[in-house]
C-alpha cells in the first residue's frame, strides 16, 4: 500500500533559521515524489518535484531510497515560507496514476 | 490561460437539495480530478478523468456524481448530500495520467456547507 507520513503537524522556527520538514513514504516500486505548498488564502500548488533535482525558492528535497525518505529543507528561513507543506507520492496503478498527500505540516516562521 | 477555475466558491445547500460544482481548465490538460479536503485534513482523491473517461472513483458515495462533458469542464453534481460532506472541494488538471512526475494544477476550490 502507498503511504506518506508526515510526523510533525507544525513546526516553528525563526527567521534565518534552517528548516527540514520531514517526509517519509511507503510504497512497493519506484516512486514519484513531491512537495506541494499552500500558502494562506492561496490555492495549493507544486513546489518541487524530485525528478527535476531543483531547488525552488531556496527549497531543496532530496530522495532517499534506503531510508525511504523525502525530507524538505532550507538553509535560511523567510516569514515568507510560512504555510502548509504537503509530502505527496504518485503511485502507479496500471495505467492511472494517484497523487496521495501527507497530512501536511504547517510551517510558522517568526520574525 | 494557466489556471483551473472553480465555481462557485461558496456553496450553502441543504439536505434535500441538487447543486453542481463546476471546473474548467484550458491549458489542454486531459486529466481532470475531483478532490475532497475537510479543515486541517489533507485533500483527499475521489475522481480521476482521463479523455473524458472516469478513470478512478475511490469509493465515493453515489450521492456525488461526476461529470465530464468535454476535455476542459468536469463538473460534480451533488444530491441527497450529508452534514459531514462539508468540505472544501478541490479540482486539479495535468497534462495526462500516465508518465510519471505530472504536475497537478489546484483550482483554489468551493468551500461548501450542508445544512
Known amino acids: 500500500a502507498q503511504r506518506v507520513t508526515q510526523p510533525e503537524k507544525l513546526l516553528s522556527v525563526f527567521k534565518g533559521a534552517p528548516v527540514e520538514l520531514k517526509c517519509n513514504y511507503s510504497y512497493s516500486g519506484s516512486p514519484e515524489l513531491f512537495w506541494y505548498v499552500q500558502y494562506s488564502r492561496q490555492r495549493l500548488q507544486l513546489l518541487l518535484r524530485?525528478?527535476s533535482r531543483e531547488s525552488i525558492k531556496g527549497f531543496t528535497a532530496d530522495l532517499n531510497k534506503g531510508e525511504t525518505s523525502f525530507h524538505l529543507k532550507k538553509p535560511f528561513a523567510q516569514e515568507e515560507d510560512s504555510a502548509m507543506y504537503y509530502c505527496?507520492?504518485?503511485?502507479?496503478?496500471?495505467?492511472?496514476?494517484?497523487?496521495?498527500f501527507g497530512t501536511g505540516t504547517l510551517l510558522a516562521v517568526q520574525p | 490561460d494557466t489556471e483551473v477555475t472553480q465555481t462557485p466558491k461558496h456553496l450553502v445547500m441543504g439536505m434535500t437539495n441538487k447543486k453542481s460544482l463546476k471546473c474548467e481548465q484550458h491549458m489542454g490538460h486531459r486529466a481532470m480530478y475531483w478532490y475532497k479536503q475537510k479543515a486541517k485534513k489533507p485533500p483527499e482523491l475521489m475522481f480521476v478523468?482521463?479523455?473524458?473517461?472516469?478513470?478512478i472513483n475511490e469509493s465515493v458515495p453515489s450521492r456525488f456524481s461526476p461529470e465530464c462533458p468535454n476535455s476542459s469542464l468536469l463538473n460534480l453534481h451533488l444530491h441527497a448530500l450529508q452534514p459531514e460532506d462539508s468540505a472544501l472541494y478541490l479540482c486539479?488538471?495535468?497534462?495526462?495520467?500516465?508518465?510519471?512526475?505530472?504536475?497537478?494544477?489546484f483550482g483554489s476550490g468551493t468551500q461548501l456547507s450542508v445544512l
Open positions: 478523468y482521463s479523455y473524458e473517461k472516469l478513470s
Open positions: 486539479a488538471s495535468s497534462l495526462s495520467i500516465a508518465g510519471g512526475s505530472e504536475k497537478l494544477f
Open positions: 524530485h525528478i
Open positions: 505527496a507520492l504518485m503511485g502507479y496503478g496500471g495505467a492511472t496514476n494517484k497523487l496521495i
